[in-house]
């Protein structure tokens, strides 16, 4: 099973990443990158995009690059920094990258950025490998 065809399953059966708006742009076995546009009910009360929405996109992008070689994996840790504030109408493409790809753990790093190409949060996730495919052939 091809690494896009694992996403194409993921995201049809991902009603939180469809409701983001999600579209995914690029797909290689470790690696994803993927976007949305920031929405009005995303906003908090100081009038920018909640913290939840970049982590949300970034978390997206962590789950495509860790399980698309078709072995389930899930989060074990994860930690964000949030580097510039996120408003409503900024499309936001998150690319993951893979640092580590072991037997029962991986490590990857996801970059945030904004449409102006301006870095908005910084993403560590850690997954566990469940060493069982997520899609079935």
Known sequence: MQPKDVVEHMMQHDAFSNWLGIEVLTIEAGYSKIKMTVRPEMVNGFGIAHGGVAFSLADSAFAFACNNRNNLSVALDTSINFTKAVKVGD???????????????????????????????????????????????
């Open 91 to 137: 499309t936001l493409i998150a690319e993951a990258k893979e640092l580590h790809n072991g037997r029962t753990t991986g490590l990857y790093h996801i970059v945030v950025s904004n449409q102006h190409h301006e870095e908005v949060a910084h993403f560590k996730g850690t997954c566990f490998r469940m060493g069982k495919p997520l899609v079935q052939s």
